[in-house]
């Protein structure tokens, strides 16, 4: 057979010598020892936590060895295209801070772009013409339906699926009948002609998983489709040769395909880079484990991460939790260390499938956080608002003074111990709502409506904004003690019968109504943060709140005096309208 007619007929054209390409895009100017590695996305819009899986272990490996992370596009499939996919790729790995070096839209060195695989057409078709010529290539004119019913042949007998040995049909087709076909106008895909026997095994070092073994490649695989386009296999071995990836780390489930890529290194005479397979995330569910689905768990979109405000560090020390063995323990003897001093190497990452806990990481997010100055943790909150906040949210950040304050409070800031009540941006900031917006809703207060009334009108009264924590929390018992609740914790534990509560339930009262929640820091300096008029407002909003809600089935003769008395004493009602 006359090869080189007929990849000439295959794909006509000047193309340049091979050595042209080896030329311009030579081996990397590198210290020894530096790796050059790089994220491969397909641009569907969709970035998971597998990605940053392997982009935090692709960035750690190329530059703690001095070396290059780049981004390439595998846009081969147009179908699946998205439009600002790459961008999204880029910000989503910005935020835990994954730099690229050169890639698609990253501005770095152009020398061995272009960065997306559709720009890429003229190397995939020179090399895929070299195989040809070489007798290494051959068209194949199966249709669709001819593949579909070799497959079911196939799986009927039990045997290997796929186009390889007796059943690569087009494999022996003569001259005659290739040149027929190709008069004939039938539409072509080019395939590898492999020379590998399956039963032959060979040893390979797998940078993550070790020593394994893996068969030789006997599937004619097709590496250029009808449109002229290659598969990812091929444009694989060509990218990652001409790019100069000296280490592929890539998800655990191209293991499968390890034979047909090293066939195809071979073939076209490139030096292969080595490869590590990284394990896949896991989740548990119920009695099983199964791999993070995109249908099923909305924390495998790295969207989630950003848009739920995690804290990028947390994430990153979750992530490198898992990817290397030794991380644990070094980041318990350096809990503050920048990540990046961390020794990071492809052998000490798993082997096998990974469990991910959002629980585990909402516990490490709310350690990380717990660390943060309030000047600090004001900026993250910001940043997060400013993207994903409601109005309303964004303007808690108008008064710097009083954000400062709330958030010393809140963490526990110069207190005994540091609070770790936040574990994302979304969450501390509806946690800390009630400082900016008055509750809407209450918790149950722990007490019958009419003392209820009682005990906010007196303290009404009562409360000066200029009273010490403990001028204050002397008039909180006056009140308890006037109204029958224990004004002493001793008192009302010695003999709970005599009494309708204690102090403790007068301070619930208080602290649901200034803030709809049974649970805060401290209520005094709650209560020094929100101002007079706001306590003053709050207050009177729950009295009438709780009057009116209970009014109608409940109406007592104590209620309608209470009320009577306060009105008398209260002259601002919130809001003419109530
Ligand atoms: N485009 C492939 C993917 O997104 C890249 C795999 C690789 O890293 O080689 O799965």
Redesign the pocket.
Known sequence: MDYKALAERLIPGNYPALDHYEKKYPPRDLPKGAEVT?????PTGFIHLGNLF?AIANERIAHRSGGVLYLRI?DTDLKRKVDGAVEAVIKALDYFDIKFDEGAEIGGDETYGPWYQRGRAEIYRAFVKHLIEIGRAYPCFCTEEELTALREEQTARKEVTGYYGKYARCRDLTEEEIYANLDAGKPFVIRLKSLGNPEIKHKFHDEIKGDITVPENDQDVVILKSDGIPT?HFA?AVDDHFMRTTL?I??E??LASLPIHIELFDALGFSRPRYGHNCSLMKQDGETRRKLSKRKDPELSLEFYRKEGYFARAVKVYMLTLLNSNFEEWYQKNPDAPLDEFKFTAAKMSKSGTLFDLDKLNDISKNELSKLSAEEMAAFLKSWAEEFGSEAQKAYFNDEEKMRRVLTLCMGIGGKKRRKDFTTASQATEFIKYFFERPETYENFPCGQTDCVCILRQFLEAYRYGDDAQAWFGKVKEIAAANGFAAEMKDYKADPASYKGSVADVAEILRIAATGKANTPDLWTIMQILGEDEVRERILKALWEVAEHWWGENQTPELENALDEMIAHVTDKPGEDR
């Open positions: 790089r994220l491969a996305p397909s392997a595998e990812y694989h592929v890539r998800g489930e191209w």
